[in-house]
């Protein structure tokens, strides 16, 4: 799906650690800025399009590339980039956030409703591990 494109209604920006390196001294241990940064998950929520296109296309990608039992091994799916671009309230590019090397972990539920009052946008939640992200 390297078109994919989704509607966001919401995300939060990661958080970013930089654990200490810790290295034994005389006086006890010296703790040190650390050599690699670690990144939590990216969830997305996101707008379900009418015909569940965007969340199929997800879906087939996962079940696709997922091994059929414990048995049987099939491909990892493929890392991409993944890039979100966000804007004011007066609808101005305010920041473009760059996801690099992304794995897709998780795609959430959708939830049917036949007794809502009024017409409710579907919605569902991708979650994604990463490389690194660069805020633009």
């Not at 890392?79 to 101005?92: G, Q």
């Amino acid at each position: 799906f390297p078109n994919l494109d989704i509607s966001v209604v919401g995300f939060t920006l990661p958080s970013v650690q930089l654990p200490p390196m810790v290295h034994p001294s005389q006086l006890g241990y010296e703790k040190h800025h650390g050599s690699k940064l670690e990144y939590d998950e990216l969830s997305i929520d996101f707008i379900v399009d009418e015909l569940l296109k965007n969340w199929k296309e997800i879906y087939a990608a996962m079940y696709n590339n997922a091994p059929a039992d414990e048995y049987t091994t099939k491909k990892d799916l493929e890392e991409f980039d993944a890039t979100v671009i966000v804007y004011s309230s007066h609808n101005n590019k305010i920041a473009t956030v760059r996801f690099f090397n992304c794995v897709l972990t998780s795609l959430g539920q959708i939830q049917f409703q036949t007794d809502a009052q009024e017409t409710d946008v579907l919605r569902s939640n991708l979650t994604l591990q990463y490389s690194y992200y660069l805020v633009e």
